[in-house]
C-alpha cells in the first residue's frame, strides 16, 4: 500500500504528542531508569560511572527486564544473559545459538557500540564465524532467531541504553558452540529503511532520537492511526505502540504467521489475532504442567481477547501481574512463554503498562476467517499430576485428554475432537509440527 498523506500530516502536526514529548520524556526517564536499576537481576558494576551513566544503564534495565524479553532467550543456565541457548532451524542440523551477552573478555560480547547499532538494526552478524577461524566461511548471513527486525525500530537513546546496561553486567565466562547457518540462503544484512514500511501504511520515522518516543510510536504502529483518540488518550495508544512494536514484540508470537510470506511485512489482515502453537520446552513441562500452548486471539472482533465483555484495563493489569488468568476460577495460570512475557510486563510502570493496553486496545478490529477462537494450553500430567475427573493421561505425550467435547476448539492446544472426546495429537499432526 502507497504512504497516506493524511497520516504523515497527523504525525507531524500533532501538537499535544509532540510537545509533550520532550517534557514526558525527561521525567518518563527518570522514572523508568530508578525502576530498572531495582529490577536488574544481578548487581551492576557502576561504581565508575558518572550519575548521567548510571541512569542510562538503569534505563537499559528497564528495557531488557521490563519492556523486552532478552533474558527468555539469552539466559541459560550459566548465568544471566550469558547466552548458550540452541534454537534450531530446521530438521537439516542448521541451529544459531543465543549469544553470550556479558563483557566477559574471552566469551563475552565483543561489539563497539557502533557495531551493536549496526547488528540491531541491519541484522549483521559480526562474529558468526568467530568461533571457528579455521573454517572458510565465504559470507557471514545475518542473525536468526534474534527478533532484530522488531528491535530496530527502537530509537537511539534506548538501544544506548541497552549497550550500557550490557557493558555493566557481571561478567559470566561461557563458551557459546558455533551456529551452522553459513549454507542458508539468507542476506549478509538488511539495509535500514528511512520509512517506517513494515505495516499497511508506510510513515516518515520521526528526527528525534528520544527514549520511549511517543511520537515514534504513531510511526511504528502496523495499522492505520485510529481517528477517535484525542490527546491523553492518543498519547497513550503512541506510547504502547512504541513498546508494543519495537520491544515486547506482541505481534511477534499474537499474528499467525507474522509477517507476509517474503517477510518484507506484517500480516496486518490476521493482526493479533492469535494462534501460533508453542511447544513448552520437556524440562519445563512438570513445572508449569504445561506441553503446549496457542497464542490468544487479541484482535478478533467476534472472538477476540479485547471484545469480551469483561474486557477492562483492570483485568488486563491483573493477568499480567498475577501471571494468570485472573478471570477465571479458579484462575489458571498464563500458558508459557506468555507467563514469561507477563513477569517482565508486571515490574514496567504503571503508566506503561497502561500505555500497551491502550495500544492494543485501540488497535482495528480483525474481522472475517481470521477470527477464530483458539485453543486452551495442553495440560502435562504424570502420576504426581494427576488429570481432572472423567480424563485420563495419554502415554505418548503426557497431556490431559478423553474430555467430552463436540469440536475441536473445546479440546486443548494441537487435541481433536474423536468420537465425542478430546484426543491427543497423533504423530504426524501438522499443528504440533507448526510449534515454535
Ligand atoms: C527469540 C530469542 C531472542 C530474543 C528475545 C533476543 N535474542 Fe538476541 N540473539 C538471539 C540469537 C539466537 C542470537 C544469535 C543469532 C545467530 O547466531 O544468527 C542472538 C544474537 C544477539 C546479538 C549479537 C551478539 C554478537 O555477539 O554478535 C545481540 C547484540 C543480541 N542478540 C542482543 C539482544 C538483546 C539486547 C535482546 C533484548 C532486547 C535480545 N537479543 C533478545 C536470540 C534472541
Ligand atoms: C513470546 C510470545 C508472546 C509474546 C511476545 C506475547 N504473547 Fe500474549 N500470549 C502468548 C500465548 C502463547 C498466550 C496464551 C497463553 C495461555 O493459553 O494461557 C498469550 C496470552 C495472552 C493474553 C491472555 C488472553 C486471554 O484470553 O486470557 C493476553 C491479554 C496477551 N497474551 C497479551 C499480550 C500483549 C498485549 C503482548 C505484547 C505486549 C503479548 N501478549 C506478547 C504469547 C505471547
Known sequence: MKSSPSEALTLDS????????????ESGFRARSQRGLEISPVPLQTSELTHEQRMRVGLGSYIV???????????????????GNPFFLDRAGHVVWSRNLTPDAKTGMALTEGQFFEAIRTGRDFHGDRHRPHREVEQVKMLVVMPWLIFRWMSDEDLKAIY???RALPPV????????????PLPESIRF????????????????QGSF?????????????PEDLEDDELRSYALGSYMANSMTACNECHTNPDRTPDSAKINTPAYLSGGTVFGVPPPLQPVLHQVRAT??????????????????????????????????SPPR????????????????????????????????????????????????????????????????????????????????????????????????????GSAR
Open 14 to 25: 500533532n501538537s499535544s504528542v509532540q510537545t509533550e514529548d520532550a517534557e514526558a520524556g
Open 65 to 83: 527486564n521490563g519492556t523486552a524479553d532478552c533474558g527468555g532467550c539469552h539466559s541459560s543456565p550459566a548465568g544471566f544473559l550469558s547466552g
Open 164 to 166: 550500557a546496561y550490557l
Open 173 to 184: 565466562y561461557n563458551v557459546v558452540p558455533p551456529d551452522n547457518k553459513s549454507d542458508l
Open 193 to 208: 529503511p528511512d520509512l517506517y514500511n513494515d505495516g499497511e501504511v508506510d510513515r516518515r520515522l520521526p528526527r528525534e
Open 213 to 225: 518516543s511517543a511520537q515514534r510510536g504513531l510511526a511504528i504502529a502496523p495499522r492505520a492511526q
Open 295 to 328: 497464542s490468544a486471539n487479541l484482535k478478533g472482533a467476534t472472538h477476540g481477547f479485547f471484545y469480551e465483555p469483561g474486557d477492562s484495563y483492570a483485568r488486563f493489569r491483573q493477568i499480567i501481574r498475577t501471571q494468570s488468568h485472573a478471570d477465571e
Open 333 to 432: 495460570p498464563l500458558g508459557f512463554p506468555m507467563n514469561l512475557i507477563a513477569g517482565n510486563l508486571a515490574k514496567v510502570l504503571e503508566p506503561d503498562l497502561k500505555a500497551i493496553y491502550t495500544y492494543v486496545k485501540g488497535v482495528p478490529p480483525v474481522t472475517g476467517p481470521n477470527d477464530q477462537p483458539r485453543q486452551a494450553y495442553a495440560r502435562f500430567c504424570s502420576t504426581t499430576a494427576p488429570c481432572h475427573a472423567g480424563e485420563s493421561c495419554s502415554a505418548a505425550t503426557h497431556e490431559c485428554v478423553g474430555k467430552a467435547c463436540k469440536a475441536d476448539v473445546e479440546c486443548d492446544t494441537c487435541q481433536t475432537c474423536n468420537a465425542g472426546a478430546c484426543a491427543a495429537p497423533g504423530a504426524n499432526s501438522a499443528c504440533v
